[in-house]
């Protein structure tokens, strides 16, 4: 793709920031626009664990994603950091899976892939985590699992992305359909007028569907409503991340731990609810009995953009020329975002690709 491009990149989460950053020192100027704040959607709301909750679950298309960003994930935190001064905060904790049905299949997946999952005594456990509930029976380990602070990701890429002169970040603009010029799509409008670029980058999380039906494109990305609690504890409280029963707790640097979470088809409802807050609060006396003492500081609800078996979308668009999608990462937006956003950038640019891309192109999965 020639230098002198301009390009509109439609939802400004991890998704649309990272792929803004990945884009801007190969064009000419990128526009990321949102119609409310920067950041403050699904990529705000999530648990930033830097993994699939159960990564021996999904298909090989979510894993090679999750294994090239797990390994670029404390490169990328280290450089935003040094050029913005603001901390992502990668933390390599590990993650602790307590009694689950399939560690059979796990353990089996990990050593197929190469990754680090080992049984553990209970006993060695309970030493490594004296906080964890008791009445567990078996754990499995993962030494080289991170958390990452996702609020302060997306706050240091726009950072990093306000110090470049050839980016443009413009909130509370409302993208509500696409400018066609026969099969090129050559802007958006907006409620603040029509906006041209070259290409068209659309990163609108759970939105991303709705936009599409206004092109009469069925792309198949809902939300799905997430809620966790939050609970402020001594920075050594607990060392490293447990998950039972489809509940996590998440320990960050300052002793934070966030608990999640729940999993809901209501629309784009983001409203936090008192069952959910009951439900969190019994998980997590459950995976850390000390907490029944302890009040949550905070309790909120994001909308993830759900699709066929969590595979996001990523490439242009058969039939739109300068439409591209980097959309529907489901669960895994936080993990996914560096693989995702770096194989976007290599096929818009017209660059080897990181990875085998046919299995999130637009064009095959939509046909
Ligand atoms: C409770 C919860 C826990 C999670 N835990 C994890 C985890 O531990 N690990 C992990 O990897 N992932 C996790 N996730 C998933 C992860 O948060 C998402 O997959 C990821 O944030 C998606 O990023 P995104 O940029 O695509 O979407 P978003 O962050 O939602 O960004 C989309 C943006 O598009 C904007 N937008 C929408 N429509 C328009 C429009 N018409 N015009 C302009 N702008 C528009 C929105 O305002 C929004 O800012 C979790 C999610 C939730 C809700």
């Known amino acids: 793709m020639p230098k002198q491009q301009e390009i509109i990149i439609v939802g400004a989460g991890v998704i649309g920031l990272l792929t803004a950053l990945n884009l801007a020192p190969e064009v000419k100027h990128v526009t990321v626009l949102d119609r409310s704040g920067l950041g403050q959607e699904s990529s705000w709301a999530g648990g930033g664990i830097v993994s699939p909750l159960y990564p021996w679950r999904y298909s090989p298309a979510v894993t090679a994603l999750a294994h090239w960003s797990q390994d670029f994930y404390p490169h990328l935190g280290e450089r935003l950091f040094a050029s913005t001064g603001l901390d992502p905060e990668v933390h390599t904790t590990g993650l602790y899976w307590l009694d689950l049905d399939d560690e059979a299949e796990a353990l089996a997946w990990a050593a197929r892939q190469n990754r680090p999952l080992s049984v553990v005594d209970m006993s060695a456990t309970y030493d490594a985590v004296p906080v964890l509930g008791a009445g567990y029976s078996r754990a499995i380990y993962m030494a080289d699992v991170a958390n990452v602070r996702n609020p302060r990701l997306v706050k240091s890429l726009q950072a ?193 690709p990181i990875i085998d891309p046919a299995p999130y192109d637009p064009g095959a999965r939509l046909g």
């Open 160 to 352: 990093a992305l306000r110090a470049l002169p050839n980016v443009t970040l413009r909130e509370q603009c409302e993208v509500g359909g696409f400018i066609r010029d026969g099969a090129q799509v050559v802007g958006v409008h907006t409620a603040q007028g029509e906006l041209r670029a070259d290409q068209v980058v659309l990163t609108a999380g759970a939105w991303s569907g709705d936009l599409l039906r206004t092109l009469g494109v069925d792309l198949p990305v809902e939300p799905v409503k997430g809620q966790m609690i939050l609970y402020k504890c001594d920075a050594d409280f607990l060392p490293a991340m447990v998950l039972a029963k489809g509940r996590y707790a998440i320990p960050r640097r300052d002793g934070h731990i966030l608990i999640g979470s729940t999993l809901e088809h209501e629309g784009y409802d983001k409203t936090p609810t008192l069952s959910a807050l009951e439900s969190l609060k019994a998980s997590a006396v459950e995976l850390l009995p000390a907490l029944a003492n302890a009040t949550p500081v905070g309790h909120w609800a994001g909308l993830r953009p759900g699709s066929p078996e969590g595979i996001p979308f990523i490439g242009p668009l058969a039939g739109f020329d300068g439409l591209w999608l980097n959309c529907g990462h489901y669960r895994n937006g936080l993990v996914l975002a560096p693989a995702s956003c770096q194989l976007f950038a290599d096929l818009m640019l017209g660059r080897a």
